[in-house]
């Protein structure tokens, strides 16, 4: 459950890591006055006209403006090598890295004095509402209950299709009496009072933008849900659209189910109320099952259960290549990607990396080759490496317009056939002796990272907001079964254009103070912040990046950074919202990461992250004298869960029961998360409070003709892999809001799941993956081993001891030879490996051993966990 967006980013710059060598470029000499004939080459500094004023950049050779404050970009300071594109800004320059750079707005609050908006950047002249024509209200679909309140919001757009960000927002209004205005009705955002129950859903809020009008559609439930009854609508999370033909099923706490119902066209179902603690469950094929721990009498009886659509049943997305790039003789690279839904709720690992490229180029007389995630963009002169298209995958959701071969649009999002989401890209150039050239040996991914983030000076963000897509059922591959996303003939083209009134750069420099750093197997040993805007109806979109390492000294703080004044700052860059994103909430994530599954095989992937929502907006600070300051703590990692995946009881947990074995050491109102992933990444999601985590939930059966996905698929009946996650959720987002616990979020009140990602303000996750073993000596079978000596296993996804917090140990086990009686072994050595001495008086030809995982009382695990070689013992 790592932010895929973080991960996404570090996974294209360490890939670009190891291609770096010596290069150089050449530019004229800045400031100069034109009829000052002056030469712009230089060994030196002081070969340059004033070396208070210039430096020589030794990589070009060339005298470059220099500045050690923000006065030495002025005219006053710099007099006859004054800075013309400083003078014409009304920001006027800063100084960026010991360089004069043209400052950028990132609020419209920056230019209020001059009486302009921010719009890409810059001050100016706020754009004409007689320019839109066309706009969106998002959500544009909405069940729930009367009484409730409902936001919207509203995107709109010029007749070339572009993005337009108008000061003074919407009018809006109610079309009818199911729906009442709630304060002035204007702005980019409103809301309204569902306040009558409604047949079916009706136009009910509209919104108008210069000539512009656009509506959403509402369906208002009744208040009133009966005595022993329970109400649920579930929807798709992604369009609001009700979900007919679910099966929604109450059980009980042994999870025997005590009602069962099929919600209805407009996604509701009404069935009998558990009378006592249990779950209230709900299946449909095509999205992921959801299970709610519920408290039977004390819990509610009103629910509101957003399901989100299997993600790799169907892809799509965009197409396209980095357009006016930079020329110069450095290396030119960068990542592209589309927003995604929040940075809560994980998408799909294959869905967001798509197909990565192996590269194969010449670089120096030498073959190299490279591993690429789809969305790269990386030419390097000098070689024959030179990847120029890239493509990002989305999730279905809204769309506009019909989908070739679907009539209408509300078919093609009932089909999951369409999608809208931001085109997003990051890409510049990177001086190609800005790094050493890797050569091999251990590489500190981490280090590595951290000293690639400050090269962001030089790279600009691109966006477009609108991109529509349609999804294409995804075909299996012939030899695995796995997604193949290959064929792309149905991606919308979309280019990134680098030009300068196009991109945007990443002109927002600052430190942001990382609380003290949580513990996993020792403390994590590093903190990633991403910076991003969260656009209505599109999600986030990424802006800038920021990489600390936590490695010298390992303890609760990242290391000093150079430039910065102490440890625990971590030093960020990010482009401001633009082209079309201007007054989209600023968020941070800060999430910190341990790498101890990379070194040990029975550790699982542990991240812990905190959301900051407060930022109205960027600073420039590149010092830290004043850092970003995070509300804290992180939450603990959520480990000690356990699952029971056979329905009679066993390992210290009853039937298909999921708890966890000591209590979590997380906040009162934080809830807990379950994640079941099959082959085919299809899902079930199961959620109860912390303060049920000792007694946990037990699963029910699935209904009949639905499969039990917490089976992988294969054809062994295997365990599929688990993933944990923590979240504190708070009513405004933000940590000074009131805590929201399980029955909160599932109450159909207006704060509903659907909501989550930005309700949430932490999580963490661990991610248990599944329990495996497989031989490491002898590498193969048939070969011969002498009595007494030791064989070697590895184990994944599963803890080797005989301790409190260990599942159990290894049992090896013979078929044929003689004197082979059952070996246990506990000891774990570096990745998960473990050691078995052979009997001293086993012997024979074809002797089959079966490495076996058994759970702390011998009981070999169910499904069983094994793995075989046959071997001549002598």
């Excluded at 995107?155 to 337009?164: I, K, N, Q």
């Excluded at 949430?760 to 031989?775: D, F, N």
């Amino acid at each position: 459950m790592n932010p895929p967006l973080r991960l996404a980013l570090c996974a294209v710059l360490l890939s670009f890591s190891s291609l770096w060598t010596a290069c150089g470029d050449a530019g004229p000499l800045p400031g100069a006055p034109d009829d000052t004939p002056l030469s712009d080459a230089c060994q030196v500094d002081q070969d340059c006209p004033d070396p208070g004023l210039f430096f020589c950049d030794t990589v070009t050779s060339t005298c470059k403006a220099a500045c050690k404050t923000q006065e030495d970009c002025t005219a006053a300071k710099r007099g006859q090598y004054r800075l013309a594109e400083c003078d014409g800004s009304a920001l006027g320059c800063r100084c960026d890295s010991n360089r004069c750079v043209v400052a950028q707005c990132s609020a419209d609050a920056e230019c209020a004095a001059a009486g302009q908006v921010c719009r890409n950047g810059g001050c100016g002249p706020a754009p004409e509402a007689s320019a839109v024509t066309a706009c969106r209200v998002t959500p544009d679909f909405v069940v729930a209950r009367a009484g409730t309140l409902a936001r919207f919001s509203v995107l709109a757009m010029d007749a070339a299709g572009r993005a337009v960000v108008v000061p003074s927002g919407a009018a809006w209004t109610a079309l009818d009496e199911s729906v009442a205005v709630e304060g002035g009705g204007t702005g980019v955002e409103s809301a309204f009072v569902l306040s009558a129950a409604t047949e079916g859903a009706r136009e009910s809020v509209r919104a108008q933008v210069g000539g512009a009008t656009c509506t959403a559609r509402v369906s208002v439930l009744g208040a009133a849900v009966a005595p022993g009854r329970l109400r649920a609508v579930v929807k798709d999370e992604l369009t609001g659209r009700p979900i007919a033909g679910a099966e929604v099923v109450v059980a009980d706490a042994a999870g025997v189910v005590t009602a069962t119902a099929t919600t209805d066209a407009s996604g509701v179902v009404t069935l009998a109320a558990p009378a006592e603690a249990g779950s209230v469950s709900v299946f449909h094929e095509d999205f992921g099952y959801l299970t709610v721990a519920h408290e039977g009498a004390a819990g509610p009886r009103d629910l509101a259960l957003p399901l989100r659509r299997n993600p790799t049943d169907r892809y799509g997305g965009y197409k396209g290549t980095f357009r006016n790039m930079p020329a110069s003789a450095d290396m030119h690279t960068g990542l592209a990607g589309l927003s995604a839904p929040d940075a809560v709720t994980d998408v799909s690992a294959s869905l967001l990396a798509g197909p990565v490229r192996e590269v194969a180029f010449t670089m120096g007389g030498q073959a190299r080759e490279a591993t690429l995630p789809a969305g790269a963009y990386v030419v390097l002169p000098g070689s024959t490496l030179a990847v120029t298209d890239v493509s990002a995958q989305g999730l279905a959701g809204v769309c506009g317009a019909a989908p070739e071969g679907l009539e209408s649009a509300e078919e093609a999002m009932a089909a999951g056939a369409c999608g809208t989401r931001t085109a997003w890209a990051l890409g510049g150039d990177i001086p190609l002796n800005a790094l050493p050239l890797l050569s091999g040996g251990t590489m500190d991914v981490g280090q590595l990272l951290a000293r690639t983030i400050p090269l962001l000076r030089t790279f600009s963000s691109s966006v477009v907001r609108d991109v529509e897509f349609r999804l294409k059922e995804t075909p299996p591959e012939p030899d695995t079964g796995a997604p193949d996303f290959r064929d792309q003939a149905h991606f919308v083209t979309v280019d990134h254009d680098f030009k300068e009134d196009q991109r945007m750069g990443l002109g927002f420099q600052f430190a942001v103070r990382v609380p003290a750093l949580p513990s996993y197997r020792g403390y994590m040993d590093s903190a990633a912040v991403m910076g991003a805007v969260r656009v209505p109806g599109r999600g986030l979109v990424p802006l800038g990046l920021g990489m600390g390492v936590n490695t010298n000294p390992a303890d609760h703080n990242t290391d000093t950074q150079a430039g910065l004044p102490g440890p625990g700052l971590v030093s960020v860059r990010m482009a401001p919202a633009h082209h079309g994103l201007e007054g989209s909430p600023y968020e941070l994530m800060i999430t910190a990461a341990s790498s101890a599954a990379s070194s040990d095989g029975t550790a699982g992937a542990a991240s812990s992250a905190l959301i900051h929502r407060t930022l109205q907006k960027l600073p420039f600070d590149p010092k830290g004298n004043t850092p970003v300051l995070v509300g804290g703590p992180f939450l603990p990692v959520p480990e000690g869960a356990r699952y029971n995946y056979n329905r009679v009881a066993g390992g210290g947990l009853e039937g298909r029961q999921l708890r966890f074995l000591g209590a979590p050491e997380l906040p009162a109102a934080t809830v807990l998360r379950a994640v079941f992933t099959n082959r085919p990444e299809r899902r079930w999601e199961v959620l109860m409070d912390v303060a049920r985590a000792g007694t946990g939930v037990r699963l029910p059966l699935p209904p009949e003709g639905f499969e039990d996905r917490t089976y992988y698929g294969d054809t062994v009946g295997s365990r599929s892999p688990m993933g944990v996650q923590a979240l504190e959720v708070r009513r405004t987002g933000t940590s000074a809001g009131a805590a929201v616990n399980l029955h909160g979020l599932v109450e159909a009140d207006g704060v509903d799941l659907e909501h989550l990602g930005e309700l949430a303000v932490a999580w963490s996750a661990l991610e248990y993956g599944r329990p495996l073993v497989t031989w490491l000596e002898p590498v193969e079978d048939g070969q011969s081993v002498a009595k007494g000596s030791k064989v070697k296993v590895r184990v994944l996804g599963f803890r080797v001891g005989s301790g409190i917090a260990d599942e159990g140990y290894v049992r090896l086990t013979f078929a044929g030879g003689t004197g082979c009686e059952p070996v246990d072994g506990y000891v774990v050595e570096g990745r998960g490996e473990v050691e078995l001495q052979l009997p001293a008086a086993c012997t024979g030809a074809g002797v089959q051993l079966n490495a076996t995982l058994v759970d702390t009382e011998g009981a070999a695990l169910s499904p069983p966990v094994t793995s075989q070689r046959t071997l001549t013992i002598h």
